[in-house]
């Protein structure tokens, strides 16, 4: 119904810019937040996933969600 797919021309400018800014040293985290991984849906996704996606989504991006509460160090 759905999958996600690295958008690799926001990766590039993203690596970039860390670069340059000195914020990315060594290995880094990245992913929704950063717009590299997007969703792409299917024709046969519903409405209601899609909106659901998007609210998360956009939670993900403003901070609201943050995976590292899931994972142990």
């Known amino acids: 119904m759905a ?3 690295m ?3 926001n990766v590039y400018p993203w690596i970039i810019k ?3 800014s000195g ?5 880094q985290e990245v992913g929704v937040k950063e717009g ?3 969703t792409i849906f299917t024709d046969q996704c519903s409405e ?3 909106k659901a996606v998007e609210k998360a ?4 991006t403003n901070g609201k969600i943050d ?3 899931y994972f142990s160090e």
């Not at 914020?23 to 290995?27: D, I, M, T, V, Y």
Request: proline share 0%; hydrophobic share 35%; glycine share 8%.
């Open 57 to 60: 989504t956009e939670e993900i």
């Open 3 to 5: 999958s996600v797919s």
């Open 48 to 50: 209601e996933c899609k």
């Open 23 to 27: 914020e990315l040293k060594g290995a």
């Open 36 to 38: 590299v991984f997007e």
């Open 18 to 20: 860390g670069i340059k």
């Open 7 to 9: 958008n690799w021309a």
């Open 67 to 69: 995976f590292k509460q």
